[in-house]
């Protein structure tokens, strides 16, 4: 019963624990809102990448379309427009990358990696062609509100991020289309026979990957404050690692809102803690990739036994 929880869960219990006895600070709640403030994006990117994971499906352009987003909002031709408009071109943007990829895959059935792969390859290249190879600084003061502000000690971006992870879900365990895509998760084969619309629940996913991906991408952007033509790079796999260590397992239909929450929350916690001990890139690398390895091989054996 217990090894059936989330390794996240046992993981923020470990690392909180670790964090009492070594960086006391490391605790304080000013503290915990900046980690909570840098989690956010990555935490609403995993909850996308939730859903593709579940039907057995992988999303590796939200990099690229984090980095997209990053260079529409952050684009010169905006001024003088209200607000608004940059950010729903931004989200219709991720719709879009979406969909075009859930098409991919299940009408030309290719697979879910080389298509997501070519997509990002294609998203890049149009940023470098919209930019010219030159990000644009400016940027709405409402969108960097979003990334950075605070409601009281409260960052607004953890607000979004709990609002997001409440549609989420929603989404996958209050609603007919989170018992599909669990279902076409565990077995497509069976899900068909049994009525479901396996192509469809795929599609749905996708299109929902690549609109949290644009919402994150868009708390991010408000976070750094300017373009960058390599802001998100490293989200690909840090939102898969949150997704596995909310107990997703690929090709198994499991995983879940919650789950991949904490597994965002833990993982910001080890890169900051990894920071606060010296710890360089290469380093907190390696600590991520074993961190991923174990709790996918501990969270299998429990759902075995």
């Given at each position: ?104 895959v299940t009408v030309l059935r ?173 380093g907190k690398l390696i600590v ?18």
């Amino acid at each position: 019963m217990l090894l059936s929880l989330p390794p996240a869960f046992w993981g923020l219990i470990a690392v909180c624990v670790f964090a009492a006895f070594t960086q006391p600070q490391f605790l304080s709640l000013p503290f915990l809102m900046i980690l909570l403030r840098q989690a956010a994006p990555l935490g609403i990117v995993a909850l996308g990448q939730t859903f593709v994971v579940a039907n057995r499906s992988l999303d590796l352009s939200v990099g690229a379309t984090i980095a997209f987003v990053n260079l529409i909002v952050s684009h010169a031709m905006w001024n003088g427009y209200h607000p608004a408009v940059p950010i729903a071109v931004a989200l219709s943007a991720g719709l879009f990358i979406g969909l075009v990829n859930g098409v991919l895959v299940t009408v030309l059935r290719a697979s879910a990696v080389v298509v997501t792969l070519g997509t990002a390859a294609i998203i890049t290249g149009i940023g470098f062609l919209y930019t010219g190879g030159a990000p644009g600084s400016s940027m709405a003061d409402v969108i960097k509100w979003l990334g950075r502000g605070r409601i009281g000690v409260v960052p607004v971006s953890g607000l979004i991020w709990l609002g997001f992870a409440i549609v989420a879900y929603l989404l996958m365990r209050r609603l007919t289309i989170g018992r599909y895509i669990f279902a076409a998760g565990d077995n497509p084969s069976a899900a068909t026979y049994s009525g479901i619309p396996v192509n469809r629940t795929l599609l749905v996913s996708h299109v929902l990957s690549g609109l949290f991906a644009a919402s994150g991408g868009l708390l991010l952007s408000g976070l750094v404050g300017v373009g960058s033509l390599n802001l998100g790079a490293d989200y690909v796999l840090s939102s898969i690692a949150a997704v596995i260590l909310g107990g997703a397992v690929f090709g198994g239909g499991a995983g879940g809102a919650v789950g991949t929450v904490l597994g965002a929350a833990l993982l910001v916690m080890v890169l900051n803690l990894l920071t606060v001990f010296g710890v360089d890139q290469s380093g907190k690398l390696i600590v991520q990739g074993l961190v991923i390895a174990v709790a996918a091989i501990i969270y299998q054996q429990g759902r075995r036994g």
